[in-house]
C-alpha cells in the first residue's frame, strides 16, 4: 500500500500550484485515488516522482504542455532530441547575459567616462562601430524600410544605442546638417547578427580625439557643438581624417527639457600626414 497526499501536501512538497497537479491530471501523467467516503482526491508515492520529473523539466525551459509531451512519449532518443533543442537556447541565454553582464560594466565605465570628460580631449581608440541612420538632423526617416529596421535594431537593446553622424565634408565646411541613427560596437556585432549593408555603415576601429559634449533639447545638436575639438585639433596640428561619430551614454529629463551626453570621436592624422 502506497502512503496517500492531499494535493495541498503534494503542492507544498514539491513547490508548485495546485493549478499545475491539476494540469498533469488531466493530461493522465498523474492519477490520484478518490476517497469513497469524503470524496478527496489522494496521490502516491509514483505521482510524487512523476512529479518532480516534470519539475526536473521544467527547471529546463520546457512548458507545461511539453512536459506533458516528454511523459507521452516511449522514445528516450526522441526526449534526447527534445533536450538538446532546449540545450541550444540555454547557451544562447547564457552567452546573452555574460554580453549583458559585459556591456552594463561597459555603460558604467562610460557614465563616469563622460562626467570626466567634458571640456577635456584626449587622443584614443574608437572601438568599431556600425551604424544606421533613423533621421535627418531631427526628421525622422519615413521610408517603410527605414522603418523595420529601426524596430530590428530596437529589439537589440540594450547592445544598441543613440548616436550622431557629421560627416566629415560638413564638418570641415562648418555646415550644420547631421544624421541621428542607432550604433552597436563591433565587438558585439556577430553576436547581435549585425553586418554592413546598404543600409548600416561600418567605421572601423581607428584614433581619435576623444570628449564629451552634453546637449539639451533647449539646443539642438550642431556642428558648433563640435567646435571645441575641432579648436583642440588644430591646436595640436591634427587633421581631421573621417566622420565624427557620437555614443549618446545617458538621457535624463529632471525637468521639462531633455538632456544628453555625447561621447564624441574625431578620427584623426597628423597634419599632413
Known amino acids: 500500500m502506497y502512503d ?3 494535493i495541498g501536501t503534494m503542492a507544498g512538497l514539491l513547490g508548485i500550484s495546485a493549478e499545475a497537479i491539476r494540469y498533469y491530471e488531466s493530461r493522465e501523467i498523474i492519477q490520484p485515488v ?7 482526491r489522494y496521490y502516491n508515492t509514483w505521482d510524487l516522482h512523476m512529479l518532480l ?24 532518443p526522441e526526449i534526447k532530441e527534445r533536450m538538446q533543442t532546449v540545450e541550444k537556447g540555454i ?6 547575459q555574460m ?26 581608440q574608437r572601438p568599431g562601430i556600425y551604424r544606421m541612420n533613423t ?3 531631427y526628421t525622422l526617416f519615413k521610408d517603410k524600410k527605414d522603418l523595420e529596421l529601426v524596430s530590428q535594431w530596437s529589439a537589440r537593446t540594450p547592445f544598441v544605442y543613440s548616436c550622431a553622424l557629421f560627416y566629415e565634408r560638413d564638418v570641415k565646411k562648418g555646415e550644420g546638417n547631421f544624421e541621428f541613427g542607432l550604433g552597436v560596437n563591433e565587438e558585439y556585432a556577430r553576436f547581435l547578427g549585425v553586418e554592413k549593408t546598404d543600409k548600416v555603415q561600418f567605421y572601423p576601429a581607428c584614433m581619435c580625439v ?4 552634453p546637449s539639451r533639447s533647449g539646443q539642438y545638436l550642431s ?3 563640435l567646435r571645441g575639438g575641432i579648436e583642440y585639433l588644430r591646436e595640436n596640428n591634427l587633421e581631421l581624417k573621417g566622420d565624427v561619430v557620437t555614443q549618446v551614454v545617458c538621457m535624463t529629463k529632471p525637468a521639462e527639457e531633455y538632456f544628453n551626453w555625447h561621447i564624441v570621436w574625431f578620427p584623426i592624422e597628423e597634419a599632413g600626414g
Request: charged letters at 30%; a neutral charge; aromatic letters at 10%.
Open 210 to 213: 576623444h570628449t564629451c559634449v
Open 53 to 76: 520529473r516534470a519539475r526536473h523539466y521544467q527547471s529546463y525551459g520546457f512548458t507545461l504542455e511539453e512536459v506533458a509531451e516528454l511523459f507521452r512519449s516511449e522514445s528516450l
Open 135 to 137: 533621421q535627418k538632423n
Open 91 to 96: 547557451e544562447h541565454e547564457i552567452v546573452r
Open 4 to 6: 496517500k497526499y492531499s
Open 223 to 225: 556642428v558648433d557643438s
Open 99 to 124: 554580453n549583458l553582464l559585459k556591456r552594463i560594466r561597459q555603460s558604467q565605465e562610460m557614465l563616469e567616462d563622460a562626467w570626466n570628460s567634458v571640456g577635456k580631449y584626449q587622443i584614443r
Open 34 to 40: 478518490r476517497d469513497a467516503e469524503t470524496g478527496y
